[in-house]
């Protein structure tokens, strides 16, 4: 493998671009805030340009080809961007295309929690394992699974919705339509609510709480209630995750792992507790934190060219055959 690749993150609020070579050096980083509101024309105009600056200052010959990461559901065979709460305007786009079109160059388009896992696996704390899964911890809960070193997408591309299993039976109503997903008792928003729930503030940030539950008075103690319901709420989805894919490795990301030393050892407990395969496999399955922060997504979309080129060559040469 020669050259390199560009890398987008396609966050709620700004525009996060690398071109990162085949053995994972970043060669320039750039980032911008995109002006989300004016709609699809302008944020595809910002992409085009952005792609357009890294490619001449690194060569059009050497560009492997171009990942970006959308924070949605994506129909990944089809380029098709098919739900995207903060960024509505690209629902049913055929995006791929279209950037394809004005920049003569491959684009695969990516869920960011997908292309997440598939950075960790590169490049951080999945590098030597083939099969794992990644969960961000942020304002919601993402999840990637990579299986034998690659995106485990499902039929459409929708796999990996991991903040929407419930892990409460009629627990708290979700957006997702559902009640007692993970992602209300284990994302940064959940903690924020549960602190409203016990009085401890209004709109408090994850890292409020945290300190907080270091204070070692009567608000530290409900604090640190909500950290145990926290880590037992991933312990149950862990302990469903592992009993599934008997995967080796388990990654936790977000802006909540400083926290970590409240929350993971309820997390643990539980995933003993409910995981039989755990049990049996305990010194080698690992649960344990990412290592590249924001820069997972990048990375992973930076590397969907490389494992996705040879694949697409063969899905479009079987398509031409029907
Ligand atoms: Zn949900």
């Not at 004005?102 to 950075?119: F, P, Q, T």
């Not at 903040?163 to 928003?189: D, F, L, R, W």
């Not at 608000?219 to 909500?226: C, G, H, P, V, Y």
């Not at 490795?249 to 997390?267: D, I, R, T």
């Amino acid at each position: 493998m020669t050259g390199y690749a560009i890398g987008v993150d396609l966050g709620g609020t700004n525009l996060r671009a690398a071109a990162i070579t085949a053995s994972g050096t970043i060669l320039e980083k750039i980032s911008g805030t995109t002006n989300f509101s004016e709609g699809r024309d302008a944020v595809i105009a910002d992409i085009v340009a952005a792609m357009c600056a890294l490619r001449e200052r690194h060569g059009t010959a050497e560009l492997a080809g171009i990942g970006i990461g959308v924070p949605g559901f994506i129909q990944f065979k089809e380029g098709i961007v098919r739900n995207a709460n903060n960024l509505p305007f690209l629902e049913n786009f055929a995006m791929r295309d279209a950037l394809e079109q004005r920049l003569k160059s491959v684009v695969y388009l990516e869920n960011d929690a997908n292309a997440a896992a598939l950075g960790e696996k590169w490049i951080g704390a999945g590098r030597d394992t083939d099969d794992l899964i990644l969960l961000t911890l942020g304002t919601g809960i993402g999840g990637g699974i990579i299986s034998g070193g690659r995106v485990l997408r499902g039929y459409l591309g929708m796999a990996g919705e991991l903040g929407h299993i419930t892990v409460v039976p009629n627990g708290s109503p979700c957006g997702c339509g559902s009640q007692g997903c993970v992602e209300k008792y284990s994302s940064a928003t959940a903690l924020s609510a549960m602190a409203r729930l016990l009085q401890l503030g209004h709109d408090l940030a994850a890292k409020e709480v945290f300190e907080i539950a270091k204070g070692g008075d009567s608000r530290a103690a409900k604090a640190l209630e909500i950290f145990r319901v926290m880590g037992e709420s991933l312990g149950i989805l862990l302990a469903t995750l592992i009993n599934t894919f008997n995967f080796p490795l388990y990654l936790l990301s977000g802006g909540m792992l400083p926290a970590w030393e409240l929350f993971a050892p309820h997390m643990l407990s539980t995933v003993t507790k409910r995981s039989y395969t755990y049990r049996t496999t305990e010194t080698t399955t690992r649960i344990a934190q990412a290592t590249l922060g924001n820069e997972a997504g990048l990375y992973g979309a930076a590397y969907l060219p490389w494992i996705e080129a040879p694949l697409r060559q063969k899905d479009s040469a079987a398509d031409q055959v029907r």
